[in-house]
C-alpha cells in the first residue's frame, strides 16, 4: 500500500506492508533510489514485520526540496514514526539510507529498536571522490545530490563521536577491502557492532539478496 504523509515539514511517500501490529521495520533507500528499490525485501520482512518504506525527501515521490541536511533527513524518519503512531522501530538503511539511519540512532536512540547498516560510507572525509556532473537522470533533486555529496565528503566532526552514542544492537554489512565506503570503519566505531562482509559490491541487497537477507535475519533473531 503506498501512502503519503506530511511529516517535518515536508510530503513524504511511503510504501507500507505487513500486520500493523507486528514489530515495526524500516527500509531507508540509498541516494538517487525510492521504495522500489527494496521489491522484493519488502515481502520478506512483512511476513512478520509491519514493513514502513519511505521515499527520502528529494526522491522518489516525496517532496523534492530542501534543506537535504542528513539530519533532518533522518528527523523526517522519526516524524514517519511519530505520525505512524510507532515508539521504536528497526532500522535498515544502504548506503545514504544507512547513514540517514545511523543519524536517526544517534539523535534519537529511543527510537531505534535494532540498526542494520548496509555498504554505509562513515562520517569521514571522503578522498579522490569524483565531483557530481548532471545528466538527464530524474526521479530525483539534482540539489539532493550536490548537497549530500558536500556532507558525504567533507562531514561535520561531530558525527564522527555521534556513532559511540548509539546503543541499539547494530549490525553493519559491508562489501569488504575493495569497497571505496569502508563501511568497516562505520563498524568499528559504533559499540558492540556486528560486522558482516559480503564482497559483491555495493549493491549486497540486489547481488546477493539470499546472502544478505540470511545476514539480516540471523541478526534480528539473535
Known sequence: MIREAHVNG????????????????????GRTANHNDW????????????????????????E?????????MA???VALLD???VARATLIGHSLGGVVAYHAAMNHPDRVERLVLEDAPPPLPFRNRPPV?????????????????????????????????????TLVLS?????PVNAR?????????????????HLIHTTARDRFLRAVDTFLDG
Open 83 to 85: 505520525h505512524l503512531g
Open 10 to 29: 515536508i510530503k513524504l511517500v511511503y510504501r507500507e506492508e505487513g500486520d500493523p501490529t507486528a514489530p515495526p521495520l524500516v527500509l531507508i533507500h
Open 64 to 72: 523534492h526540496r530542501g534543506p537535504y541536511e542528513v539530519p533532518e
Open 175 to 179: 562489501d569488504g577491502e575493495g569497497s
Open 185 to 201: 570503519e562505520v563498524a568499528a566505531r559504533i559499540p558492540g557492532a556486528r560486522l558482516v562482509t559480503i564482497d559483491v559490491g
Open 75 to 77: 528527523g523526517d524518519v
Open 133 to 169: 556532473v548532471e545528466d538527464d537522470s530524474t526521479g530525483f533533486d539534482w540539489r539532493m545530490m550536490h548537497d549530500t555529496e558536500r556532507q558525504l565528503a567533507g562531514p561535520d566532526p561531530a558525527w564522527l563521536e555521534g556513532l559511540g552514542r548509539i546503543t541499539a544492537p
Open 39 to 62: 521489491n522484493g525485501i519488502t515481502q520478506h520482512f512483512a511476513a512478520r514485520y509491519h514493513v514502513i518504506a519511505p521515499d527520502l525527501r528529494g526522491h522518489g515521490a516525496s
